[in-house]
């Protein structure tokens, strides 16, 4: 009984009464009610996605959290691709763009700059960080950029036999990245950095039931609540007179920070493999996963989807690739690296913002 009167489970039930109360659009004051609550819920994510690692071991535990936060985001972006019409073809390009350089510059660059300022110089294997970034690499070039220069469809579409291969390139690339994570390589992605007398968290099976069904509701209204709450904050940036395409950043924000929370906190205690497990992954998962499932959809639906980037997102793109293949080919880091990326990042919302 004690375990249901934590708060990391009252407040995910709450807030999913509260979402289907419909009383959120009724006035601000349930909005910013809703907001507190979307925080909160993060944070609960977070608890449970800490006692699943606990429990199942890593690279296992940043793997569930990766892949659960990818399936909420393919399923956000398909359902409003179908609502959306038109006005949504370059939903998916968007969302995957704004959430790969959140992850490579905002969580990768603040890991980096927590964990330097607190231990000055944090070591990772080279190894795993060289397979994470071959692999994402190549599903970028391969989803993000080959399409603005293909002669098959005008503009920066594919045509279906290239988004067919593109998707099939996408699952295999990150198919043989879970193996080697999870199997053939699994020891690089290991974190050596352990506190000898640190006492082993003993966590029972009803106790990962719980957490996997409250990691699953956390995530859930964490999306549902951004998706709400998303026209309120559409017109506080229309009101502002900033551009729209800033709001998508903002949801791929509150998506993203249930990884980014876990990662930094384990970047603070050290345990930067981790941060980087998580990070690396959730970039390979979000792209890996997310245009295969949109791919489907767009063959059901005979929709046409744009994905390539324009010449200044490959640019900046490119920049936070090759500062992060940089800042990681030594397998140590210093707090340098880490406001580098942070720059890289601010950049990229600054040009959203002044074109």
Request: charged letters at 10%; a neutral charge; proline letters at 3%.
């Amino acid at each position: 009984m004690r375990l249901f009167l934590q708060w990391t489970i009252i407040i995910p039930t709450l807030s999913w009464i509260l979402f289907f109360s419909g009383i959120i659009n009724n006035s601000e004051i349930f909005q910013i009610l809703a907001s507190i609550m979307l925080i909160l819920s993060v944070m609960s994510a977070v608890h449970h996605s800490e006692i699943i690692a606990h429990r199942v071991g890593e690279p296992y535990g940043t793997i569930i959290l990766a892949i659960s936060i990818t399936v909420i985001e393919v399923s956000i972006i398909i359902s409003l691709m179908l609502s959306g019409g038109k006005e949504a073809v370059s939903l998916a390009r968007d969302t995957v763009y704004s959430a790969t350089m959140l992850i490579l510059n905002g969580i990768v660059g603040m890991c980096l700059f927590i964990g330097g300022l607190k231990h000055h110089e944090q070591k990772f294997s080279k190894h795993s960080v060289t397979i994470a970034l071959v692999s994402l690499i190549s599903i970028v070039v391969f989803t993000l950029v080959i399409p603005t220069f293909t002669e098959s469809a005008e503009g920066s579409y594919y045509s279906k036999p290239q988004l067919i291969f593109a998707s099939i390139a996408c699952l295999v690339i990150y198919s043989f990245f879970l193996f080697a994570q999870t199997s053939r390589h699994r020891e690089y992605f290991l974190s050596t950095d352990t506190n000898k007398n640190e006492k082993p968290i003993i966590i029972s099976n009803w106790v990962l039931t719980i957490s996997l069904i409250f990691l699953i509701a956390s995530l859930g209204i964490v999306v549902l609540l951004a998706k709400t709450l998303s026209p309120t904050i559409e017109s506080i940036v229309i009101s502002r007179n900033l551009p729209v395409s800033l709001v998508g950043v903002v949801i791929a924000a509150i998506i993203l920070l249930p990884e980014g929370i876990a990662a930094i906190i384990a970047a603070r205690n050290n345990k930067l493999q981790t941060s980087l497990n998580l990070s690396l992954g959730s970039a390979l998962a979000s792209i890996g996963l997310t245009i295969p499932s949109v791919a489907v959809v767009c063959f059901i639906y005979d929709i046409e989807i744009i994905l390539g980037l324009g010449i200044k997102s490959i640019i900046l793109l490119a920049l936070s690739v090759f500062t992060v293949m940089l800042s990681l080919s030594s397998g140590r880091t210093n707090i340098v690296y880490g406001v580098v990326l942070l720059v890289n990042l601010f950049a990229f919302i600054f040009l959203i913002i002044y074109p």
